[in-house]
């Protein structure tokens, strides 16, 4: 399918969807009406309700993904889709396709490689969307990723983003669930990418539309992602940090052995000797094992 172009570029809207029966009409409607330049496409994520078929009556390409989270649709999307500009956003009709060309200008003007939609709530039912759970999680999270590999990046979680081309084929997709937006994140980040944020209108599901993220279940998968993130990017930081809680703690439990061994001459709590001197071994284990 030919595309259109605004300034010179080809524009793409990818929308990862699953069981977005309710909303993905509005989505693509949304997105035709607000950036006619584009071509939109969905792909769908075996979704079990009438996605697929509301899509393709929108007018959308539609793609079929069958592996399970939106990791993996990510990795589809950025390979099958060919365009200078991505939009990215969910088929959840929470995001505001009217921002679209505030954050592809700032693309531009500025020679950007990715912005990001930084969610501001509107409306009384946004809460039930974006609960106190998310947004709390999303600040640590977020709070965490910016102490490691810095960056001034205040929404990390946000999936309404637009990129680059250069930004799209240079990204690896490795994570398969919600955790993409953190390596989205890091990406950027690592490889010294200009980026920036964008405020935008962030409002609620449509009624009887539920949000697939779990607050726990994703927030810990998500942290598990940062924490592979920081081994692989900054192992001498990752194990000297390590290495100093082992040490540390090893010395605190030695201490007490030591003085009593200096009072009475002997070492009544063996076990716990052992357990300093093997967490002391491991301290030394993990600060050398970065040199190999």
Not at 15 to 23: K, R, S, T
Not at 244 to 249: E, K, N, P, R, V
């Amino acid at each position: 399918m030919k595309q259109k172009s605004y300034r010179g570029n080809s524009i793409a809207v990818i929308l990862p969807c699953y069981n977005e029966e309710l909303a993905v009409k509005s989505v693509i409607a949304s997105f035709q009406a607000s950036v006619p330049e584009a071509t939109i496409y969905v792909f769908d994520n075996n979704s079990t309700d009438r996605t697929v078929e509301f899509a393709k009556q929108a007018g959308a390409v539609v793609h079929r993904v069958k592996h399970k989270g939106k990791g993996n649709v990510v990795r589809r999307m950025f390979a099958d889709v060919e365009a200078d500009i991505y939009i990215m956003a969910d088929g959840d009709d929470t995001y505001d396709a009217s921002a679209a060309h505030r954050l592809m200008d700032k693309l531009l003007d500025e020679q950007l490689d990715m912005v990001v939609g930084r969610r501001e709530e509107i409306g009384e039912k946004t809460a039930a969307t974006y609960r106190h759970g998310h947004r709390f999680g999303n600040r640590m999270l977020t709070g965490a990723v910016m102490s490691i590999f810095g960056g001034k990046f205040t929404d990390m979680l946000s999936g309404y983003r637009v990129f680059s081309r250069r930004y799209v084929k240079s990204f690896p997709a490795l994570a398969k669930g919600f955790e993409t937006e953190t390596e989205l994140t890091v990406h950027a980040l690592e490889l010294r990418m200009p980026y920036d944020e964008v405020a935008t209108p962030y409002g609620s599901r449509p009624e009887g539309s539920t949000s697939k993220l779990s607050t726990y279940k994703d927030g810990i998968k998500i942290l598990r992602t940062i924490i592979n993130l920081y081994v692989s990017e900054r192992p001498f930081m990752f194990f000297t940090v390590v290495s100093l809680i082992l040490g540390i703690i090893s010395l605190l439990l030695f201490s007490g052995v030591f003085i009593e061994y200096l009072d009475t001459g002997l070492v009544p709590r063996l076990p716990t000797a052992i357990l300093s001197v093997a967490l002391m071994l491991s301290a030394i284990i993990s600060f050398s094992a970065d040199w190999y």
